[in-house]
């Protein structure tokens, strides 16, 4: 059975990405009737944007790339730094050009901007000056040359290293190719961004969206602000909070891009904190904050925010990771004035897939299919199920993206032949179409919103040289709203001397730890067990980790209770 949406099919126009932001904007904001309208406010540097003065910045800093960097069509450029205005502006100005952008997480540490930069081979990045040392470390590891001469930082302030220009001095006034779409064919398949994704399983790999996947999804995402009334109002404030990451597809698209096509100021901050986010949304009077579920977690629990007036949001939206019933109702308690909207996607669909209309009072569901969508469910053998019937999720759309970067087998395994997305996750349709994600069939550990692939940290763990096997599921924790990395180790017998299991757990956790980012470290712990289970192909079972481990969460119980797991082949 095939699920359509609910939605008339909408119009995906023939234009490239920054051409229809830019002028999408300055027609929306051209009927506001506001006059403090700026289009992005950077709380870093305390300046504002008007739509006309970002494409402006970006018509610069596109002629300096291409004049004095040489920046040329289907180039690709990596960002690597948090939210600011210049961030948007390097972005659209590498648009401009006919560029391809791929978004590396700043916490990043060298290894892991290493694999990104040897996968995605970019002429050109776009840096912070704190992260230079940090860059300059990954490229050496990489082993793609990338001269310093095609390096910027993006920093407000100018730099005085030698031969690396701040976004200021690469700024120019010569002409340059102004890129646009041609053709249907090229809408379709022109790389616009290359962020990346561990898919439904392994490594990291670069997802090829094109300019018609994101101008299709910020066209999906507008059906329901214009459904749900988030800003058709043009005689009031319309802004949004820009606190999740950019370098992230929800708030690159949902958030930033979305925004500014809708003529909605957009408030950057580099990062979530408290005090901060709450005194910004007061400042600016916020009116619909993007958000994922530790950060409703910390509104909910933290008393802090009892001395902001934070009235004006209307709406919350929650995505990237699963939110439960008893944070939406507490949320519902708390915040009586503010509607909870949840919305369904992945990376590789732009991301939205659905998300909940104003009738919804299915607060379990991710709401109904956006426009331009068609979804399947199938069981394990690949038959279509129908209305109720629990199986993996499959999508198809304009917003789906081209594929995996030089990659054609993962490619193939994730997009079947009918087009349709095989997204990993289970989860059925009732009667009225709406949408329930109930699990993940798919390996990849989300934290707080971020993509842990367990082969990673599999990979780093049989580095060590205690190691012998290994495995890493997702713990979910109830009262943080999120998974965490939890491994499964088998000890090599030369230890040295006096080594407990204890003592061995903690050494490589503390040594993993020390050699990965934030969000992936190993917050479930390290257990010590005396098989792997895999199958006889050599996959490893991960549900049976999942069902069988012990919950206490001390090294040497959680060990005693799972030494006996027999392999479910």
Not at 147 to 167: C, H, K, M, Y
Request: glycine letters at 6%; charged letters at 20%; aromatic letters at 8%.
């Amino acid at each position: 059975m095939i699920f359509n949406s609910l939605f008339p099919d909408a119009n995906i126009p023939n234009v490239d990405l920054a051409t229809y932001v830019l002028e999408e904007g300055k027609r929306r904001f051209g009927q506001s009737k506001v006059s403090d309208n700026y289009a992005l406010f950077d709380t870093q540097s305390n300046q504002s944007l008007t739509i006309n003065q970002l494409d402006d910045q970006t018509r610069l800093l596109a002629s300096g790339l291409y004049n004095k960097l040489g920046l040329r069509s289907n180039d690709t450029l990596l960002i690597h730094s948090p939210n600011s205005s210049n961030f948007v502006v390097t972005v659209l100005g590498t648009l401009k050009l006919g560029g391809i952008v791929t978004f590396a997480n700043p916490a990043y540490n060298s290894r892991e901007l290493a694999h990104q930069i040897s996968d995605s081979k970019p002429s050109f990045i776009a840096t912070c000056l704190d992260s230079l040392p940090t860059l300059f470390d990954a490229i050496k590891i990489s082993g793609v040359e990338i001269p310093t001469a095609r390096i910027f930082t993006i920093d407000s302030v100018e730099t005085n290293l030698q031969g690396i220009r701040s976004i200021s001095q690469v700024f120019g006034y010569e002409p340059f190719p102004r890129f646009s779409i041609s053709n249907k064919q090229e809408l379709v398949s022109k790389c616009a961004f290359l962020p990346y994704s561990s898919g439904t399983t392994g490594l990291a790999k670069g997802v090829v969206l094109s300019h018609q996947n994101i101008v299709s999804n910020i066209i999906q995402t507008n059906i329901y602000a214009t459904l749900n009334n988030w800003h058709n109002d043009p005689s009031k404030i319309q802004r949004y909070i820009g606190v999740l990451p950019w370098y992230h597809i929800y708030g690159l698209v949902i958030c930033l891009f979305s925004g500014l096509a809708n003529g909605v100021g957009v408030v950057s901050m580099p990062k979530f904190q408290m005090q901060s986010f709450l005194k910004n949304v007061s400042i600016h009077k916020i009116s619909i904050a993007h958000l994922v579920p530790p950060i409703l977690i910390n509104l909910v629990n933290d008393k802090t925010v009892e001395n902001y007036d934070i009235s004006s949001i209307k709406f919350f939206t929650t995505a990237a990771a699963p939110i439960g019933k008893e944070l939406m109702l507490n949320l519902a308690s708390k915040f009586k004035s503010i509607r909870v909207v949840k919305i369904y996607g992945v990376t590789e669909s732009s991301p939205m897939i659905s998300c909940a209309p104003y009738w919804n009072t299915e607060i379990e569901s991710s709401g109904i299919l956006t426009c331009n969508m068609q979804a399947k469910v199938i069981d394990e053998d690949g038959v279509e199920l129908g209305i109720g019937q629990i199986g993996e999720l499959l999508f198809k759309g304009p917003n789906i993206m081209v594929g995996y970067l030089n990659n054609p087998t993962s490619t193939a395994a994730t997009i079947d032949a009918d087009s349709f997305l095989h997204t990993g996750d289970i989860g059925y349709f009732d009667a009225y179409g709406n949408l329930f994600v109930v699990d993940r069939k798919k390996e990849l550990i989300k934290y707080k919103g971020f993509q842990v692939p367990p082969a990673e940290l599999e990979a780093l763990l049989l580095g060590h040289p205690h190691v012998a096997d290994a495995a890493v599921i997702g713990k979910y924790v109830e009262n943080q709203a999120t998974e965490v990395p939890k491994a499964f180790i088998t000890l090599k017998k030369d230890l040295p001397p006096n080594t407990t299991v204890e003592s061995a757990s903690s050494s490589i956790k503390d040594w993993v730890d020390s050699q990965v980012s934030n969000h992936k470290k190993l917050r479930g712990g390290v257990h010590v067990i005396d098989v792997i289970p895999k199958s006889a192909a050599g996959k490893i079972l991960r549900r049976v980790l999942r069902d069988n481990y012990n919950k206490d969460d001390s090294p040497a119980s959680a060990a005693e209770g799972i030494s006996n797991i027999k392999p479910k082949l």
